[in-house]
């Protein structure tokens, strides 16, 4: 059974920087399909940033030029660096994993980040 772990969340002022991470167990970590989401305070939930299952990185438009992941397959651990933090970028944030066959789909617990003054 997959689990995903989030942690790295916390209370941030507007134009600081948070690192968020995910550590993957219960098989082989594998980067391809995992990916970030976010649930705002309005409930609204958009992905974040993702690998997909063919190997390509990609990001909302809201968060290009700010966010980037990485990951450290020795200790199966996926992060989502996050820069230039707005306001807006309040949210619960979730990590994820999907191999596309229908059947692998697990979600993380949340990490709360807040963005304020």
């Known amino acids: 059974q997959v689990q995903l772990v989030e942690s790295g969340g916390r209370l941030v002022q507007p134009g600081g920087s948070l690192r968020l991470s995910c550590i993957f167990s219960?098989?082989?970590?594998?980067?391809?399909?995992m990916s970030w989401h976010r649930q705002g305070p309005r409930n609204e939930r958009e992905l974040v940033a993702t690998?997909?299952?063919?190997?390509?990185?990609r990001y909302a438009d809201s968060v290009k030029g700010r966010f980037s992941v990485s990951w450290n397959n020795a200790i199966s651990t996926w992060y989502l660096q996050m820069n230039r933090l707005k306001p807006e970028d309040t949210a619960v944030y979730y990590c994820r994993w999907n191999d596309g066959s229908g059947r692998n789909d697990y979600w993380g617990q949340g990490t709360q980040v807040t963005v304020s003054s």
């Open positions: 219960g098989r082989m970590f594998n980067v391809n399909g």
């Open positions: 690998v997909t299952t063919d190997g390509v990185t």
